[in-house]
């Protein structure tokens, strides 16, 4: 057949702008937009030859409604529904990530933060740094604000993520942002009073939990404390304390790091979130940032390995909805929102260009501000290239229009990178300049052996091949709802 699509002459005239590819006997076809249509090798021939009246009448209707058939297009509507739908693109860094200590009691083996030992000194944000790195937050354009206290182990340095989020709620009064706080900790130092503080003020809360017991504590090393169990224990009196606490806006996760050692587990993972009363599973590969680098022949794989394991949590987490338990993986989600509706759910590594300094800004325990968390992670192994500046020396301004925002701006847009532009998944993915700088040298990839791109393009795949269930797709359409 592609042979033979060679030879048809298209007609421009009729035929709308799209991207395809070959997918399980049909042809999938994509645009600008987002939309999608499935088409039999006769019908797509039809469509290429402008013969839409060849193809079937309900395919027709598809086609049109999707911005598929040029000279029936509605302009005006699928102008406002693209600027609506990528609105966030013009409104500044929402996400604010602060390392408030670089300090943790943690050897995990993949360590990207570059942390540091409790006994360790002089890796703690003070308070004249925190004040001035909320001050630089409050300068960003954008209406929304989620700051997100990372480390090492924040609650190492609790006294200052207490300060943070009660000056920027102060500040806040008269900037009338939408305002909320995120804690990614491992919970080692979560007190009652503590948790207490969290639940008055709405912070989300989020650990780490890389599946059953004997897993978690391969991956995550803890000298003085069982990590697994002492994360569960919590879980469960975070997740036992918002149920009772009827005024608490937030919400509780946890996030699963997946090393060489998780592959053959994908079932037993997904149980253990479900077994924990937890709403869903992102099921994210190491990255070969810091430690995970110099350990990637032991703890890392291919892109194919990892979707092999992610094909099978998916289709468990599937058959678990079939069954009648809500519960969702979030990669799969953020890709079917934007395949599904007309919503983007701003996951800044998913989106063109890439959150880098435009979406996300990363401030370190000394004020120094970087373009994103990767490019934080990256300096803790001394490489300071993403470095924009520090709160005290640059303004908010400065920091915004500086080169290297720029440049990562130009290297994760999608419509200017050659393998990217045309590929039918361009709606939908993004890619990170940095991981391209780590693995190939270069912000921007050849592609050619990416394995970021390779794991995206087989997940696509697949959820494009599951949706031809109907079942399974009004599974993912709750997902997404």
């Known amino acids: 057949m592609l042979a033979e699509l060679n030879n048809i002459k298209l007609d421009k005239e009729k035929t709308g702008f799209f991207r395809f590819k070959r997918l399980n006997g049909h042809y999938l076809l994509t645009n600008d937009l987002g939309n999608h249509c499935l088409l039999d090798p006769i019908a797509f021939k039809d469509f290429l030859k402008g013969d839409i009246e060849g193809t079937r009448p309900s395919k027709?209707?598809?086609?049109?409604?999707?911005?598929?058939?040029?000279?029936?297009?509605?302009?005006?509507?699928?102008?406002?529904?693209?600027?609506?739908?990528?609105?966030?693109?013009?409104?500044?860094?929402?996400?604010?990530?602060?390392?408030?200590?670089?300090?943790?009691?943690?050897?995990?083996?993949?360590?990207?933060?570059?942390?540091?030992?409790?006994?360790?000194?002089?890796?703690?944000?003070?308070?004249?740094?925190?004040?001035?790195?909320?001050?630089?937050?409050?300068?960003?354009?954008?209406?929304?604000?989620?700051?997100e206290f990372q480390g090492g182990e924040p609650l190492v340095n609790f006294e200052t993520v207490k300060y943070i989020i009660e000056y920027a709620l102060s500040k806040n009064k008269k900037a009338g942002k939408k305002l909320s706080f995120s804690l990614v900790s491992n919970l080692t130092f979560m007190t009652k009073e503590?948790?207490?503080?969290?639940?008055?003020?709405?912070?989300?809360?989020?650990?780490?939990?890389?599946?059953?017991?004997?897993?978690?504590?391969?991956?995550?090393?803890?000298?003085?404390?069982?990590?697994?169990?002492?994360?569960?224990?919590w879980l469960k009196a975070i997740i036992n304390e918002i149920s009772r606490n009827k005024k608490y806006k937030g919400k509780t996760n946890a996030l699963v790091t997946i090393t060489k050692s998780s592959l053959k587990f994908p079932r037993e993972i997904v149980d253990e979130y479900v077994r924990l009363g937890l709403e869903g599973v992102h099921l994210r590969p190491i990255n070969p940032f810091g430690v995970g680098k110099s350990k990637w022949r032991k703890i890392g794989f291919s892109g194919k390995e990892f979707f092999n394991f992610y094909k099978k949590a998916l289709d468990h987490i599937i058959t678990l909805n079939l069954k009648g338990k809500d519960?969702?993986?979030?990669?799969?989600?953020?890709?079917?929102?934007?395949?599904?509706?007309?919503?983007?759910?701003?996951?800044?590594?998913?989106?063109?260009?890439?959150?880098?300094?435009?979406?996300?800004?990363?401030?370190?325990?000394?004020?120094?501000?970087?373009?994103?968390?990767?490019?934080?992670?990256?300096s803790a192994?001394?490489?300071?290239?993403?470095?924009?500046?520090?709160?005290?020396?640059?303004?908010?301004?400065?920091?915004?229009?500086?080169?290297?925002?720029?440049?990562?701006?130009?290297?994760?847009?999608?419509?200017?990178?050659?393998?990217?532009?045309?590929?039918?998944?361009?709606?939908?993915?993004?890619?990170?300049?940095?991981?391209?700088?780590?693995?190939?040298?270069?912000?921007?990839?050849?592609?050619?052996?990416?394995?970021?791109?390779?794991?995206?393009?087989?997940?696509?795949?697949?959820?494009?091949?599951?949706?031809?269930?109907?079942k399974t797709k009004s599974i993912f359409y709750k997902w997404v709802s």
């Open 60 to 147: 027709n209707e598809e086609l049109l409604n999707a911005g598929f058939i040029r000279n029936r297009l509605d302009l005006n509507g699928l102008s406002s529904r693209y600027s609506e739908k990528y609105a966030f693109l013009n409104q500044g860094p929402s996400l604010h990530i602060v390392v408030t200590t670089l300090r943790c009691d943690h050897s995990c083996l993949y360590c990207q933060a570059g942390s540091k030992s409790l006994a360790a000194k002089g890796f703690d944000m003070d308070i004249s740094v925190a004040r001035k790195v909320v001050d630089t937050i409050f300068e960003s354009t954008s209406p929304v604000i989620t700051i």
């Open 194 to 233: 503590r948790l207490k503080f969290f639940m008055e003020n709405n912070v989300i809360i989020c650990s780490s939990l890389d599946g059953p017991a004997s897993l978690h504590d391969k991956n995550r090393i803890c000298a003085k404390n069982n990590s697994y169990k002492n994360t569960v224990k």
């Open 327 to 378: 519960f969702y993986e979030r990669t799969a989600k953020i890709f079917l929102t934007k395949i599904l509706t007309d919503k983007d759910l701003n996951f800044l590594d998913l989106r063109s260009p890439c959150g880098a300094g435009i979406g996300q800004l990363a401030y370190n325990f000394n004020g120094d501000v970087y373009t994103c968390d990767e490019a934080r992670m990256l």
């Open 381 to 470: 192994a001394g490489d300071e290239s993403f470095r924009l500046g520090n709160v005290f020396e640059d303004g908010y301004a400065g920091l915004i229009n500086n080169d290297i925002v720029k440049t990562t701006c130009v290297a994760s847009c999608l419509d200017g990178l050659p393998a990217c532009s045309k590929c039918v998944y361009k709606p939908y993915c993004g890619v990170c300049p940095i991981y391209n700088y780590v693995v190939e040298g270069n912000i921007f990839s050849s592609m050619l052996h990416n394995e970021r791109c390779k794991t995206n393009m087989l997940i696509l795949d697949y959820l494009f091949e599951l949706m031809q269930d109907l």
